[in-house]
């Protein structure tokens, strides 16, 4: 479709020099960029969630008798000692 834009003088210049160094139209460069922009939506736009990540609530911890500053006594806990 044709369309009309009134673009800043700067930002055509430098769309152009771009088409033209990758050997393609500045259509092509416009539609690449709107493709771009449209899909980074911002968070809580249609179609995208936010999603709550797990956090450790602090409860529990080492197994008592562990020495937490001993690799040895944390792999011999784990069953891996080596």
Same mark, same amino acid.
């Given at each position: 479709?044709?369309?009309?834009?009134?673009?800043?003088?700067?930002?055509?210049?430098?769309?152009?020099?771009?088409?033209? %160094?990758?050997?393609?139209?500045? /259509? %092509?460069?416009?539609?690449?960029?709107?493709?771009? %922009?449209?899909?980074?939506?911002?968070?809580?736009?249609?179609?995208? %969630?936010?999603?709550?990540?797990?956090?450790?609530?602090?409860?529990?911890?080492?197994?008592?008798?562990?020495?937490? /500053?001993?690799?040895?006594?944390?792999?011999?806990?784990?069953?891996?000692?080596?």
């Amino acid at each position: 479709m044709k369309t009309t834009l009134d673009l800043n003088d700067q930002l055509l210049a430098s769309a152009k020099a771009l088409a033209a %160094r990758q050997r393609t139209s500045l /259509t %092509r460069v416009i539609e690449e960029g709107l493709q771009l %922009r449209l899909r980074a939506r911002p968070p809580g736009e249609t179609g995208t %969630r936010r999603r709550r990540l797990p956090v450790f609530d602090g409860h529990g911890g080492l197994v008592p008798g562990v020495e937490p /500053t001993s690799n040895k006594a944390l792999l011999a806990a784990l069953g891996d000692d080596a």
